[in-house]
């Protein structure tokens, strides 16, 4: 686990842009898959190309933990699949709505 002076922030498409070249957490909706890259929504509308990953996307939602290396591109270090409820729960939660 990662202590505080390293944490990994969280961040949508709009605050993505101010961590280019640093690892970020993005929590995204799945668009289309093609060829190793993953298009993703993020929960304020954004698009997200995520390249580098090696397991497979399963489902709707995935949180990526990856490298910001363009204003629309990250480099996955590793995600975690979703349940495809998630926009369900997320927007009871009043965050986000998909």
Known sequence: MAGIDEAIPRVNFETMQRYH????????QISQIDNGTVRVTTSDKGEVTVVGG?????G???EVV???VGPTNI???EHTNLSDNFSECWGR???ASW
Request: with cysteine; net charge positive; charged share 25%.
């Open 21 to 28: 070249g640093r690892k970020v957490i993005l929590c995204c």
């Open 54 to 58: 090696s397991s497979p996307y399963e």
């Open 60 to 62: 709707r939602f995935a």
């Open 66 to 68: 990856g490298t910001v």
């Open 75 to 77: 480099q996955e270090v």
């Open 93 to 95: 939660r009043g965050s």
